[in-house]
């Protein structure tokens, strides 16, 4: 019981870590493909808004699908090391991002089709990731139970 608690533990902050590593990643491109100005607070809230309202289409468009695949990356690490490879431990890390991104979205003004766009991309990323996870042998042993 404790071995399979901590595996289920282990396997959610592998997931949330992968999807850190994807999240600079994402972070780290647009800074490189739409720096700050020069002279920019990163710490001033309002010219960070501004700034991101200024984004080219194409930035934020390769920010969803970054976001989109480090959804679904980290779900299926998630389930795949979780006990028993079931689903729940990628779709605990799929609500767990979506919810920081609808933070995320919330506080920069984001344009609709970007919202719509995320909406769609994380919980497909992490179904599929979730569902992918747990392999053809266990997928086929729970259709069995």
Do not use: Q
């Not at 490189?32 to 010219?47: K, N, Q, T, W």
């Not at 699908?65 to 690490?77: A, D, K, M, N």
């Not at 769609?120 to 086929?140: D, H, I, M, Q």
Request: hydrophobic share 55%; proline share 6%.
């Amino acid at each position: 019981m404790i071995a399979s608690v901590l595996r289920s533990a282990g396997a959610c902050f592998a997931g949330l870590v992968a999807a850190f590593v994807f999240v600079l990643g994402v972070e780290g491109m647009s800074s490189v493909l739409y720096p700050l100005p020069f002279g920019v607070d990163p710490s001033d809230l309002e010219a960070i808004k501004a700034h991101v309202a200024r984004y080219p289409a194409g930035v934020l468009l390769l920010a969803a699908i970054g976001w989109g695949l480090g959804t679904f990356v980290s779900s299926w690490l998630a389930t795949r090391m979780g006990h028993k490879r079931h689903p729940v431990h990628g779709l605990a890390i799929g609500a767990i991002l979506l919810a920081l991104a609808v933070v995320n979205m919330l506080m920069l003004p984001y344009p609709i089709w970007f919202w719509v766009l995320n909406l769609v991309l994380f919980p497909t990323g992490c179904y599929a990731g979730a569902r992918l996870g747990r392999g053809r042998k266990a997928a086929e042993h729970g259709a069995e139970a």
